[in-house]
T-cell receptor, first 114, second 112 residues
Framework: DGGITQSPKYLFRKEGQNVTLSCEQN?????MYWYRQDPGQGLRLIYY???????QKGDIAEGYSVSREKKESFPLTVTSAQKNPTAFYLC?????????????FGEGSRLTVL | DAKTTQPTSMDCAEGRAANLPCNHS???????VYWYRQIHSQGPQYIIH???NNETNEMASLIITEDRKSSTLILPHATLRDTAVYYC?????????????FGKGTKLSVKP
């Protein structure tokens, strides 16, 4: 079935380490997004990409990096420069045009820094 | 900043209609109103969207005011499983999607 797959679902990291969260979609969607969610908070946009080899910063891009080498993949690297990386991370994608135009989300990755 | 404003929380009795408001006073002519909901620690789920006409599907109804500056999501017979955070966002349809901004949403608690 088509969908968005995020991995790993749970991840533990020591302070000072970089970690990469995977996001893969087989929906042939053009645009992909990374959001961060903290307890009791809404979704905050980290980065987004509308086409391959292009991406833009969202509201809280500092300490994060992304790449979009393939349409299907939009990995997020949480670098050691991110001061408070413990959070729930959500990846989403959307096609350029559809009948519904809905945003599809993955199930999320929960990162804990020890 | 989010383009929408929603109440932080609401309660609803099981079996009654839940009416969730959303203000989007700066909405542009080509922007649709979308509603999503998020059950704890899961990815948000699409509910419904609309441009200017009222819409209904198997999950909910969407009422958009004539001036399009606000809307209401209606869950006609709320169940305990409808307890979730509901997000209202506005975005253009098709073409370049750009920056999709979510606010904090409304936490709906359905009580027995």
């Amino acid at each position: 079935d088509g969908g968005i797959t995020q991995s790993p679902k749970y991840l533990f990291r020591k302070e000072g380490q970089n970690v990469t969260l995977s996001c893969e979609q087989n929906l042939n969607h053009d645009a992909m997004y990374w959001y961060r969610q903290d307890p009791g908070q809404g979704l905050r946009l980290i980065y987004y990409s509308q086409i391959v080899n292009d991406f833009q910063k969202g509201d809280i891009a500092e300490g994060y990096s992304v790449s979009r080498e393939k349409k299907e993949s939009f990995p997020l690297t949480v670098t050691s420069a991110q001061k408070n990386p413990t959070a729930f991370y959500l990846c989403a994608s959307i096609p350029r045009t559809t009948n519904t135009g809905e945003l599809f989300f993955g199930e999320g990755s929960r990162l804990t820094v020890l | 900043d989010a383009k929408t404003t929603q109440p932080t929380s609401m309660d609803c009795a099981e079996g009654r209609a839940a009416n969730l408001p959303c203000n989007h006073s700066t909405i542009s002519g080509n922007e649709y109103v979308y509603w999503y909901r998020q059950i704890h620690s899961q990815g948000p789920q699409y509910i419904i969207h609309g441009l200017k006409n009222n819409e209904t599907n198997e999950m909910a109804s969407l009422i958009i005011t004539e001036d399009r500056k606000s809307s209401t999501l209606i869950l006609p017979h709320a169940t305990l499983r409808d307890t979730a955070v509901y997000y209202c966002i506005v975005r253009a349809y098709g073409g370049s999607q750009g920056n999709l901004i979510f606010g904090k949403g409304t936490k709906l608690s359905v009580k027995p």
